[in-house]
Each structure stands twice: as C-alpha cells, then as structure tokens.
C-alpha cells in the first residue's frame, strides 16, 4: 500500500528567505505524486504533478518539487517565499485499486511566512 | 476555466436532522471524489464514482450515502446529523486516465451540526 509522510507539521520562514516542505513516499511501483495547496476555508488548489516525465515537476505561483526515486522523497520548494504562500500544503499520492484512483493524503504542513 | 462547483457553500443543521450536498464536476470528467475534512486534519476519503457508478469506498459512515447522476453531477445525503459530522465536505473530479490524473477540487461546503 501507498503512504506518504509530510516531515515537518509546521514550517515558519521570513517573506523572501527560501522555502523547503519535505514529503517521503513509500510505494511498491513508480507513483504519481502531488502537491496541493489550501488556503484558509478554501478547497485544495493543484500545484503540481510529478507523473513518470521529467524529474523537476514545475508548479503554478513559483513552486516546483523534485522527484527522487532513490531517497524516496518528492520535496516542495520555492526560492523567495510571499506573504500570500501562508496556506496548509498536501503531499498526496495516488494508489491505483481494482482500477480506480485513490489519493492517499499526507497530513499536511503548515506553512507561515512573516514579514 | 470551469471548475468544480459544489453547493451550499454554508450549511448549518440541527442532530438528527438531514443535508444534502451537491457537486458538479467539470464537464467531460468521469469521475466523482468526496472527502470529509475535520478542522486541523487532513482531508479523509469517503467515496467516488466512475461513469455513475460507485467506484470505490472509504470511511463512509452508514448514515451517508451517495450517488452520481446522468449528468455526472453527485449528491451526497447525510441522515441522522451528528455534532461530529460538522467539517468540510469536499467535491473533487479528475478523468480516469491512470493514475497521473489530478483531481480537482471544489471550494467545499462547511457543514455546522448544532
């Protein structure tokens, strides 16, 4: 089965200064793996996918993640953090069952950005 | 771009009291998600839908039920309201094409329980 590990509940950088939220996966096959984003009373927003193509995965809003089999991690960072990425990040996998998705959520990091 | 639309937006219901959640996926998506999301937790699978039928089922309780109509859009019934009950109830819809296809979220109806 699927899991995914978000190592860090709450990430707390200064407005500017680089951004790192780091996810560890385990799966018995090449996964697909996302970052989503919620912002406060939002529903969750796609930053970006990593399906099997090009190792760095560029997101939407200056993320991108790197995919790195051989540690198993699908890292998300971002060089200059904004007041405007204060928001709770999702590292989810997808695990395929009886030929249906299923996405196996992280338990989330909590990023603050102070001025 | 179209998105996911669910509605109400806000709902607030008594114990023992009925809702009804509905969701609208983007056009030509096959495939219906919702999740449950307690405050501070992330968000739990409860069921999905691929072309109107239930495709698989997580931790839905008995009191729940579901289902997706001929225009793809899917209505979530919750029976017999419990304090618990109260979250984020999301919709999300994706194209079954593997694994590699995302699913895109609605903004979520707050459920209140009192």
């Known amino acids: 089965a699927q899991s995914v590990t978000q190592l860090d509940s709450h990430v707390s950088v200064s407005e500017g200064t680089p951004v790192l939220l780091r996810c560890n996966y385990s799966s018995s096959y090449s996964p697909s793996l996302f970052w989503y984003v919620q912002h406060p009373n939002k529903g969750l927003q796609l930053l970006l996918k990593?399906?099997?193509?090009?190792?760095l995965v560029k997101g939407i809003n200056g993320f991108e993640a790197e995919f790195k089999k051989s540690e198993t991690s699908f890292h998300l960072t971002k060089p200059s953090a904004h007041m405007s990425d204060a928001a709770e990040y999702f590292c989810v996998v997808t695990e395929r069952t009886g030929g249906y998705n299923k996405l196996i959520f992280g338990a989330g990091t909590r990023l603050a950005v102070h001025p | 771009a179209a998105g996911v639309i669910q509605s109400p937006r806000h709902l607030i219901k008594e114990k023992r009291e009925t809702a009804t959640l509905k969701c609208y996926p983007i056009p030509r998506h096959d495939t219906v998600y919702w999740y449950q999301q307690g405050p501070g937790q992330d968000p739990q699978f409860l069921i999905s839908?691929?072309?109107?039928?239930?495709?698989d089922k997580g931790s839905i309780p008995d009191r729940f039920s579901a289902q997706q109509f001929s225009d793809y859009h899917s209505e979530l019934n919750m029976s017999s309201l419990e304090l618990g009950d109260s979250a984020l109830y999301f919709c999300a819809s994706s194209v079954l094409q593997g694994a590699g296809s995302p699913l895109h979220f609605g903004n979520g109806t707050r459920l209140t329980v009192t």
């Open positions: 990593y399906t099997s193509a090009a190792t």
């Open positions: 839908f691929y072309e109107k039928m239930q495709s």
